[in-house]
């Protein structure tokens, strides 16, 4: 629990102070603008990226990056982000854990979240992402002065889980972004 703790404070952290834009997001958007991805190929530094779908340098997971993001993997979590991503914030973030999802509980995301300033529930459901069991806690918060909406995602990996993390500041790539975190699959 604590490195769960640990790595979604450094993702929120990384994601909230990319977007340094002030505004309020009402929710993601249920399409994505034309032209709010680029057509450039995307880039990763050791994983594979081919076709606009990433995989983990150890063969782990693999998922699509919306067209012309960067795969940046840092020590513990690897960040997927786009050309705009300093001024929208507008990324995704995947950290493997220690431990099992057996671990957590709908009840014990939630009231680890429920810190986040002004913390507001949206939802909180156990569900399924490519046949594997995942916790989602979605919540209102505000981070940088902002209300943003934070997607917090326990995926089943066996003796670990992978959390996906994302923050939504801007509406225009919400759907995108969610659509890459539906794509997660563990190989």
């Known amino acids: 629990m604590k490195r769960l ?7 929120l952290a990384i994601l909230a102070l990319a ?3 002030d505004h309020t997001v009402d929710g993601p958007s249920s399409s994505v603008p034309s032209g709010s991805a680029t057509t450039s190929q995307s880039t990763a530094t050791s994983g594979n990226l081919s076709d606009d779908t990433y995989t983990s340098p150890d063969q782990s997971f693999s998922l699509k990056v919306p067209a012309g993001w960067e795969a940046i993997e840092e020590e513990d979590m690897i960040i997927f982000k786009g050309a705009d991503y300093a001024s929208t914030g507008d990324g995704l973030v995947i950290a493997r854990l220690d431990d099992a999802i057996g671990n957590y509980t709908l009840d014990s995301l939630t009231e680890m979240f429920s810190s986040e300033k002004d ?3 949206i939802d ?5 992402i490519n046949g594997k ?7 209102r918060s505000t981070l940088n002065s902002r209300s943003v909406i934070q997607y917090q995602y326990l995926v089943d990996g066996g003796e670990q889980a992978y959390n996906l993390s994302y923050v939504i500041h801007t509406q225009d790539l919400g759907q995108l972004i969610t659509d890459s975190a539906a794509s997660f699959t563990i190989l």
């Open 124 to 128: 909180a459901k156990e569900l399924s």
């Open 19 to 21: 977007g340094c834009q």
């Open 133 to 139: 069991k995942a916790l989602l806690c979605q919540f």
């Open 119 to 121: 913390f507001e529930k």
């Open 5 to 11: 703790i640990a790595t979604t404070a450094a993702s």
